[in-house]
């Protein structure tokens, strides 16, 4: 079975900088694309960033573009999500997310599996 558990969420101020890592086992040679999602108090969960197996493919939303990167070490089974310059308004509920195929859209439906979320709170 396939499990996502994502780590590293936690209260940061604002400007502040944190790594939420998504720790991934089970099969998953299956799942050559993780991505980040997060849902926000009142808010439908968006996407914010994806990744291909090798790493050379990345898209990001627009409200992320220059602040966060993602990565990951497919010799961990491991994706980061490194956020820099965080505001109040990337407070969420983050979540990692595997699937088969990789796809420059962020549309939860490319997505099989997903971890449990990691709570992120910026203060101001």
């Known amino acids: 079975q396939v499990q996502l558990v994502e780590s590293g969420g936690g209260l940061v101020q604002a400007g502040g900088s944190l790594r939420l890592s998504c720790a991934a086992s089970g099969r998953t040679f299956s799942y050559s694309a993780m991505g980040w999602f997060r849902q926000a108090p009142g808010k439908e969960r968006e996407g914010v960033s994806a990744?291909?197996?090798?790493?050379?493919?990345?898209v990001y939303t627009d409200s992320v573009k220059g602040r966060f990167t993602i990565s990951r070490d497919d010799t961990k089974n491991t994706m980061y999500l490194q956020m820099n310059s965080q505001r109040p308004d990337d407070t969420a509920v983050y979540y990692c997310?595997?699937?088969?195929?990789?796809?420059?859209?962020?549309?939860?439906?490319?997505?099989?599996?997903w971890g449990q979320g990691t709570q992120l709170t910026v203060s101001s």
């Open positions: 997310a595997a699937g088969s195929y990789y796809s420059s859209t962020l549309k939860e439906s490319s997505y099989a599996y």
């Open positions: 990744i291909n197996w090798a790493g050379r493919r990345t």
